[in-house]
């Protein structure tokens, strides 16, 4: 049988692959700066980790002590997370001074995934941008660095959607990748992680605390590698195979610990929809941020930052972790920009994934209104659009 050609789709300016909350904000920035935009989503839920990986605890927005250190899109989301669902944010609830409590709780909540997904879905189509689920990107179609178009595989069949400029929002900077660009793995403890409903739950719901009613259990490791199986070695993700040992593996040990209480205490309410990996992929930029960055002004930053595990910690994420030099037209956004090490750590979380996806939309967006591309761009431009809508540069 001959592999049928794909069918011709609709030109973007701006295509997004990947709905998670970077490729969300990127999409959204792109259309509100007035280009027409595309963002495609394998799966048929929005949001990725932070609502398909059941990853619900949006990672602080203020930096420990009682500044606030990120808004703009970001802002907008940890809002809209919780606009109909519980939530544990300090006292929300009407303007900044929830930030001036140093040495108390950060400026960050818990959230319904499965309702944040819903919301997610709505704010895009409030914000001009047209949404394809059930859509995988297989190839980007790349002459001498310029990204052209994306190769996708549908229900419908093969298709191609033709683009202006591609944001690769994947997670797993699958896209850059097979684009050629260079990248680094990331390597993983085994972490699964699920959400249960148990007597004790079930009663603080009937008193009406959803927060405390729907919790978070994790088998396998914590962020810091504790309760990682013996003898595993650190974890890569390149092939199904990986994954398929990766999800199994989790599925085994959260069994385990279920089994640990009796059947008619609790429940199982969802299962994770994609892996757990923290870090699988990330490009090599015009700049690598390793962490070493605290206090360091960039000129050509796309906004600041915190660090989520430590109170007082203050960068700002330069535009160059954004692209590679050789792929004008390609951007990367939120847990696959070019960071390293402890700046990886740093930059991977929600909120700066927002962050870094605003920041890639606004210049492709603004690449297009200038006549640009990543090389040219004007950054003083792109911080002062930045600022303009909102993004915070401490
Ligand atoms: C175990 C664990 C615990 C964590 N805990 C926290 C926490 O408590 N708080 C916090 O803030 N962060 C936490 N994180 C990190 C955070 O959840 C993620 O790093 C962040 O959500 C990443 O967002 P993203 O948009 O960059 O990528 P993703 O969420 O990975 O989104 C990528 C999207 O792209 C789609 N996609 C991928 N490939 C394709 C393709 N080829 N075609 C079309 N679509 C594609 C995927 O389906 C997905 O929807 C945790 C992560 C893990 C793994």
Known sequence: MKIP??????????IVVGGGVAGISAAV?????????????KSVILGGLATLGLISWYEPICDGTGKQMISGISE??????VRESFDDLPVERGGKEEFARPND???????????????LTEYLEENGVTLRLDTLATYPDV??????????ETVGGREYFPAKFVIDATGDASVCHRAGVPTELGENYLTYVAHTLNREGAALAAEGDFCKARKWIMAGASLTGKGHPEGKGMLTCQTADDVTDFVVSGGKLMLERIRQSGKEDRDLMTLPGMPNYRKIRRIVGEYVFDGTEEEIKFDNAVGSMGDFRKRG??????????????FPNLFAAGRIISATGEGWEITRVI???ALSGQGAGTAAALCLKTNTDANTLDTT??????????????
Not at 29 to 41: I, P, Q, W, Y
Not at 143 to 152: A, D, S
Not at 313 to 326: A, I, S
């Open 313 to 326: 910690k203050h960068y700002q994420l330069p535009y160059t972790t954004l692209y590679n030099k050789n």
């Open 105 to 119: 709780i950060r400026y960050a909540t818990h959230y319904s995934p499965t309702i944040f997904a819903l919301l």
């Open 143 to 152: 002459e001498n660095g310029i990204c052209k178009g994306i190769l996708v």
């Open 5 to 14: 050609e794909p069918k011709l789709m609709p030109a973007y300016d701006v």
């Open 381 to 394: 431009l792109l911080r002062k659009t930045l600022e303009e809508d909102g993004v915070l540069f401490i």
């Open 29 to 41: 920035a792109a259309s509100r700066k007035g280009a027409k935009t595309l963002l495609m989503e």
């Open 351 to 353: 909120p700066v994934a």
């Open 76 to 81: 907008e989301l940890i809002r809209l997370s």
